[in-house]
Every structure is written in structure tokens, then in C-alpha cells.
């Protein structure tokens, strides 16, 4: 018989999910990047990031704000640094507060320059890369993620991580609102084109290497785009691929398993983080009719023979209420990642793989276990968190 706890947790899943189906759009309110005056003072500020931004979203009323979550079909680029307070720490996300925020306690939008098209944009993306080896790093966004927000996560991933390539924000029209699960499922769709175009683009800037990092939603935006350049014979886009890294990926398992087998086993696996303790995924599979989301699939064997490294996160620690960014704010994991993105070109397959876990071996606190399913072979390792 079920508890009256899991009873409470069905019906208050069935009552969102009805929610969700039956919402339109209006997208969440307009939340200012930038305040008047400018903010100008470095004091208590520990660095300062240009994150490129690639989006499918459409100009905001106000200025101040940039982009909404309408969508537009004519895609925009520009950059926007941000700085990060001193005081901030690995894994937190200190968002400004205010009209005016302090650049000393929270993340600080500073400057935005705008670019006229796609191939401008490249050119100066592959200007900015050549500083740090010729690698970019493209993050793409998940579900209810209005623009600051994502704007905010793009910089700490890149904080945290310490990548050393260019930084590029991937940013569909999500509309920021929890009630707005279909509208958002369907502008990740209608982006799918604009992220190829992105990818071939910064290929034919002379980019030597591209990571992708994806979550949530925004993996299976990602999937798809991936699956579309296998079908054109370019995979790998021009042997330029380098990282591919989906956390809490809301995917079904059945439709994840046919676009791997479109796109193929990859030349170096990709990496997929899931949570069996995920409420957002849960959310999304009620939504879906019960069919298990691929951020929360317990059968790792059965993903990571498709060539994929599975980490089983589940007792690990994170910082959000629904489990579900634990790769960004769990000081340990986000400094793994910064680990398996630095690896870069000397990522040679079996060997490489076999030293992950002594990339989860890192920090200080509670020790929880974490289980990493490789194509190879199976580790269990504790983590210190």
C-alpha cells in the first residue's frame, strides 16, 4: 500500500502537471541584467567573464532586460561581461538583489556588445579562443531558465569549472514559468536549427575544439542537434567536437536510445549525469505519461553500453531543493567538470575513462558514493563533498 506521503506527492504532481497542459504563455515578467547608473566599481570583485550569447529570444521591452522568453525567428549575438563577486564561493549562485546591485556580493552584468550576424559573432568567438588554445564552450540552458538566470549559471559554471576557452551562452526561448513546461519543450525544439548553425559556424571560424555542456531540457535540445549533423554526415562537425556533457538530461529513455542509434557510438564517449532523486525529472515524467526521463534512469549499463559514461549522482548533496543541478552546485562536481573539460586533446579513450573517478575524488566534508558505468567497466567510488 502506498504511504500517505507517496499519495500526497501523486496529487500534488497531478494537480502541476494539469497546470502545466493547461497554461498558455505569457512568460515570466521581465527581470532587468543591467541598472541605472552602470555599474563601474571593481572593489570586491574576483573576476570578470565575457560570456558570448547565442539566442533564439526575442528583444525585450525593456532594454535593461535584453531578452524575454517570447521566441524570434531572427536569432541574436552578442556579449556580456559579468563579474563575480570575492566573497562568492564554489557552487553558489549569489544573484543581485535590487535596483542597484553590489558588484562586491552578487554577479554583476557590466557591459553588453551586440553583433551584427552569426559570422561577425564567430569570428570574434574564434578571436577570443585563440588566447586559450582554440576551445569554446557551449553551454545550453534547461527548462523554466528566464535570460538573467541563464546569463547568471553560464558565468559560474565557467567560474567554478576555471575553463580556459571562450564561454558561449546557447540561449533558447525558454519562458521562466514552471506552468510553461509544454511551451518551453517546444522552443527547445524550434531552436534545434539555430544551435546547428551555431556549431557549424564556429567550425568554419577555425575553432579547434567545441565542448557542450547541457542541462535538463537543453539536453534534449542538444540530442537532437547532434543527431542532425549525424544524419548529414557530419557528426563530429569537421572533427571539432570535443566534450559532450548532459546533466539531469530530460529525455525519454526510448527516444534518447534512437537518437544514439542514429547518431552512432561517439569516437569519445559522452557523458551523462543522473539522479535517481530528481523532482523536477519526476514532474516531467508524469507529464510524459509515467515513461521514465533519462536523468533518472537506473538500468546505467544498458546507456553506457551506447558508448556513454554514466555517473550515478544520487547520494550526492546538492544545492537545490529539486536535485536537479547538482552538477553546477555541488562545489565538487562543477570542479570535476572544470577537470574533464581541461583534459581537452589528451583524452585518448579507455585510459581516460578509467581515470575518471580520480576526478570525483576530490574535496572536503560528507563522503557519499558515486557509481560510474563505463563502457568498459564499473566503479564505485566515495566522494568527498
Known amino acids: 500500500m502506498a504511504s500517505v506521503g507517496s499519495r500526497s506527492w501523486r496529487l500534488t504532481a497531478a494537480v502541476l502537471a494539469a497546470a502545466l497542459l493547461a497554461s498558455g504563455c505569457n512568460t515570466a515578467p521581465e527581470r532587468p541584467l543591467f541598472f541605472d ?10 573576476a570578470t567573464h565575457e560570456i558570448y550569447i547565442a539566442t533564439t529570444r526575442r528583444k525585450a521591452d525593456n532594454p535593461k532586460a535584453v531578452f524575454d522568453g517570447r521566441r524570434s525567428q531572427e536569432h541574436a549575438f ?46 570574434h568567438v574564434n578571436d577570443a579562443a585563440r588566447r586559450d588554445g582554440g576551445r569554446v564552450l557551449v553551454f545550453v540552458h534547461g527548462y523554466k531558465t528566464p535570460f538573467d538566470a541563464a546569463v547568471y549559471r553560464a558565468t559560474q559554471i565557467v567560474h567554478d569549472s576555471g575553463y580556459d576557452g571562450a564561454p558561449i551562452l546557447f540561449t533558447w526561448a525558454s519562458a521562466g514559468r514552471a506552468v510553461d513546461y509544454v511551451y518551453d519543450r517546444d522552443s527547445a525544439n524550434a531552436a534545434r536549427d539555430a544551435l546547428e548553425e551555431l556549431l557549424r559556424s564556429l567550425a568554419k571560424s577555425g575553432i579547434r575544439s567545441i565542448d557542450i555542456v547541457a542541462h535538463s531540457m537543453g539536453t534534449w535540445l542538444t540530442m537532437e542537434t547532434l543527431r542532425s549533423l549525424a544524419i548529414a554526415g557530419d557528426r563530429d562537425i569537421g572533427g571539432r567536437l570535443g566534450d559532450v556533457i548532459l546533466a539531469s538530461p530530460d529525455i525519454d529513455v526510448d527516444v534518447f536510445k534512437s537518437q544514439m542509434r542514429r547518431y552512432g557510438v561517439p569516437d569519445r564517449p559522452f557523458f551523462v549525469l543522473l539522479s535517481d532523486d530528481d523532482k523536477a525529472l519526476r514532474f516531467s515524467s508524469l507529464i510524459a505519461g509515467q515513461q521514465p526521463r533519462l536523468g533518472e534512469y537506473r538500468d546505467a549499463r544498458e546507456i553506457a553500453d551506447l558508448g556513454l559514461v554514466v555517473v550515478d549522482l544520487t547520494q550526492v548533496k546538492a544545492g537545490d531543493s529539486y536535485n536537479h543541478t547538482k552538477f553546477a552546485d555541488n562545489p565538487t562536481l562543477v570542479t570535476m567538470l572544470g577537470e574533464r573539460l581541461r583534459q581537452g586533446d589528451k583524452f585518448t579513450g579507455e ?34 563533498q
Not at 564561493?89 to 554577479?107: M, T
Not at 585510459?351 to 566534508?365: N, Q
Open 351 to 384: 585510459t581516460d575513462v578509467a581515470e575518471a573517478p580520480a576526478l570525483l575524488a576530490r574535496g572536503v566534508g560528507t563522503a557519499a558514493e558515486v557509481i560510474i558505468t563505463t563502457p568498459f567497466r564499473v566503479f564505485n567510488m566515495v566522494l568527498n
Open 78 to 123: 552578442a556579449r556580456i561581461d559579468v563579474s563575480v563577486p570575492a566573497i562568492h564561493k564554489v557552487g553558489g549562485l549569489e544573484k543581485p538583489k535590487g535596483k542597484s546591485p553590489d558588484p562586491s556580493r552578487y554577479f554583476t552584468a557590466r557591459s553588453i556588445t551586440a553583433y551584427d550576424g552569426i559570422s561577425t559573432f564567430s569570428s
Open 37 to 46: 547608473p552602470p555599474v563601474v566599481s571593481q572593489k570586491g570583485v574576483a
